[in-house]
């Protein structure tokens, strides 16, 4: 038996978690991306926006001068009136006008869905692993480790879907969004693909039975494991 595997598991299971982490903030949080409309006038208010899968905020704030070429409202961070709201297809009858004319509802649906997979794959995946802890169920590992990488490759799409959703807002033509960024929330949806991903691959190969070590030695002449 591998005396090292326990002690791999869990540093492999200790870098999942802060993956998993990453996936409950990235779907909880607004700011997947930030949108500017073009402003003509200096030193104007204008209103910028920052949405994630489930609502749009929009602030008022104070135009700072900016160069010849920069147009666009913001820092988003500046001082200003703030106002969320979920959006109409997930709330009936609240008021989100401002998404449902821009970007394309279904593109919003989708992300959200596929996030929402994600979050389950990787609690699974956290209880198999926790399970295997208990009277040495290592078999629970590889179903573990499965579940972990579905939940890294569904956020990964999720994030492609937003993406595709914001390229399509700018590009319309009923929309007054000029310039986009995306935030942090984007950034620890991206992070927690790559380590749920290549964790979850790592946690698989740890799983696996030992493979000779000799070229003599069978499969079955190995030392089982316990």
């Not at 492999?12 to 500017?36: E, K, P, Q, R």
């Amino acid at each position: 038996m591998d005396e090292s595997k326990p002690l791999k598991v869990r540093l492999t299971f200790s870098v999942i978690l802060v993956g998993v982490s990453l996936l409950f903030a990235a779907v909880v949080t607004d700011h997947w991306a930030v949108l500017s409309p073009r402003v003509e006038a200096s030193n104007t208010t204008c209103g910028a926006a920052h949405f994630g899968l489930w609502r749009l905020c929009t602030k008022r704030i104070l135009r700072q001068e900016k160069g010849p070429k920069q147009k666009g409202c913001g820092p988003i961070s500046l001082p200003g009136e703030h106002n969320c709201s979920y959006f109409k297809h997930f709330t009936p009858g609240q008021s989100s006008e401002i998404f449902e004319v821009t970007t394309q509802k279904e593109y919003s649906i989708s992300a959200a869905a596929i996030a929402i997979f994600s979050v389950g794959f990787a609690i699974i995946g956290t209880i198999c692993v926790l399970l295997s802890f208990r009277k040495k169920r290592d078999y629970l590992l590889k179903p573990a480790s499965m579940f972990y990488t579905f939940a890294g490759l569904c956020i990964i799409i999720s994030v492609e879907v937003m993406r595709q959703s914001v390229k399509r807002m700018i590009d319309s033509k009923e929309t007054d969004w000029i310039e986009y960024s995306y935030s942090w929330s984007f950034a620890c949806a991206c992070a927690s693909f790559v380590l749920l991903f290549i964790c979850g691959i790592a946690l698989l190969l740890i799983a696996l039975p030992r493979f000779p070590q000799n070229p003599w030695e069978t499969c079955m002449d190995a030392e089982p494991e316990h």
